[in-house]
C-alpha cells in the first residue's frame, strides 16, 4: 500500500535545504546573526523535520539529512574559515552524490523517480496502476520509470557541474570575512538564473516524459494522471 501520509517532496525540500541555506546565506553576518547563531539556526529545520518524521512515521527522512548534511558542511566552512575550494567541492559534491544515488536506483525494484516524481503527491498511482495492469503494460512501465531516473540523475549532475564553476568564480574572499558572506548570498541569487531554472525546465521534460508514457502504456490523459489539488 502506498504511504500517502508522506509530505510532498516540494514542502520537504523547502523546508529542510532551501529555507536553511537562505538563514545561512542571508544571516551570517555580524550584523545579523553572525555565523554562529545562524548556523544553529538553519540545522534547526532538517533537525526539526527530520525528527517528525522519525517520530511519526519512524522512518529517516533522506530530504532532512540531506539539509543537515549539507547545512552543516557550508556553515562550517565560514566558521571554520576554511579555504574557500572546500565550498566549491561542497557546492558540486552534494546534487554530485543525489545524481549518483538517483542513478544507481534504477538498476533497483524502486528507482527513485517513483519518490520524486511518480509519487502520490503528484500522480493518480493507484489509478494508473490499475490501467497498466489491466493492459498488460506494467513491466513496459517500469522499463520506462528506469529510463526517466536516468534522465533525473542527468539533471543532478548539471547542477553539480554548474555549482562547481559558480562557487569558483564568485566566491573568493577568505572564509569567515563579511566578504565571503556577501558573495555567498551572491552565488545563491544567481544560482537561481544559473543552475535551478534549466534544472526545472530538465524535470518538467522528465514529467512529461511520464506523462506521456503513461498515455501510451495505460490510456490516461494528463488530467488524470496527474493528482489534482
Do not use: C
Not at 502506498?2 to 545561512?24: H, W
Amino acid at each position: 500500500m502506498t504511504d500517502t501520509s508522506r509530505p510532498n517532496p516540494l514542502i520537504e525540500l523547502l523546508i529542510t535545504l532551501i529555507i536553511p541555506s537562505l538563514i545561512l546565506m542571508k544571516l551570517s553576518g555580524p550584523e545579523d546573526l553572525g555565523p554562529l547563531r545562524a548556523l544553529l539556526l538553519a540545522l534547526a529545520f532538517p533537525l526539526f523535520w527530520g525528527a517528525r518524521d522519525l517520530i511519526g512515521r519512524r522512518k529517516l527522512n533522506g530530504f532532512a539529512a540531506l539539509g543537515l548534511v549539507s547545512i552543516l558542511l557550508t556553515g562550517s566552512i565560514g566558521l571554520l574559515e576554511l579555504d574557500t575550494r572546500w565550498l566549491a567541492v561542497k557546492e558540486a559534491a552534494v546534487p554530485g552524490l543525489i545524481g549518483l544515488v538517483v542513478a544507481g536506483s534504477a538498476f533497483t525494484a524502486r528507482p527513485l523517480v517513483r519518490m520524486v516524481l511518480y509519487s502520490p503527491a503528484l500522480m493518480n498511482v493507484e489509478q494508473i496502476q490499475q490501467q497498466l495492469d489491466a493492459r498488460g503494460n506494467r513491466a513496459a512501465f517500469d522499463t520506462r520509470l528506469r529510463t526517466a531516473t536516468w534522465l533525473l540523475s542527468g539533471t543532478f549532475f548539471f547542477s553539480s557541474v554548474m555549482n562547481y564553476f559558480l562557487a569558483t568564480w564568485i566566491v573568493t574572499s577568505a572564509s569567515g570575512t563579511p566578504a565571503f558572506n556577501e558573495e555567498l548570498g551572491r552565488m545563491n541569487l544567481l544560482s537561481y538564473p544559473v543552475i535551478a531554472l534549466p534544472s526545472m525546465v530538465m524535470m518538467v521534460a522528465v514529467l512529461f516524459y511520464l506523462v506521456r508514457s503513461i498515455k501510451v502504456l495505460a490510456g490516461l490523459a494528463m488530467a488524470d494522471a496527474l493528482r489534482q489539488h
